[in-house]
């Protein structure tokens, strides 16, 4: 996927809680690296981490930063690499700005749950639809996943990933991993 149309957004709020409420949640750095090096690995166009709180937003650039400008952009060039591919904001809507301006085309917004919806789509539908023109944001919720109130606004939401258990939750760098495997590769 040489020229890829195709965004992972990390959305920190709104997120649900256990109980359903709507929250924020806060920033887990490995999040930042290993959803990143997965961005890389499949080829997508970038990766967006939504926070609206400003001292979780200072450690994001400060690991970025670490990574892609300090010590460590020396010492682990690969990874400098997949970290160049994060951007950073305060809202969805200005993820969903920065992708419109890069790519000069729409976005169409597709959304991730562990729980099923009725107008679910296969990620075998949504491979097919990337060839169309457009930008994709695959969005992921942390904490337990996307407040209803986003993901209602979604073109799109994809079917939950399942295992063989009951159990169904997984953490976000894993099922990012997984759905980017299923997308790109079938």
């Known amino acids: 996927m040489p020229d890829s149309n195709i965004y992972v957004v990390l959305i920190h709020f709104p997120v649900k809680n256990k109980k359903g409420l709507t929250i924020g949640s806060a920033l887990t750095t490995i999040d930042l690296h290993d959803i990143a090096r997965a961005c890389m690995t499949f080829g997508l ?80 539908n949504l491979r097919q639809k990337l060839n169309n023109p457009g930008s994709y944001a695959l969005i992921f919720g942390t904490a337990w996943g996307l407040a209803d109130e986003l993901l209602d606004k979604c073109d799109y939401i994809l079917e939950p990933i399942k295992g063989n258990t009951d159990y169904n939750h997984l953490s976000v760098r894993s099922a990012v991993s997984i759905y980017l495997d299923r997308i790109v590769n079938g």
């Open 45 to 124: 166009k970038g990766f967006y981490v939504v926070s609206p709180y400003e001292d979780q937003i200072i450690l994001a650039k400060q690991v970025i930063d670490h990574w892609c400008k300090g010590v460590g952009s020396k010492l682990n060039p690969h990874r400098k690499k997949a970290l160049e591919l994060i951007r950073v904001t305060h809202t969805f809507e200005e993820a969903l700005k920065g992708m419109k301006e890069e790519r000069k085309e729409q976005v169409v917004t597709v959304g991730t749950s562990a729980k099923s919806h009725s107008t679910s789509i296969k990620t075998k």
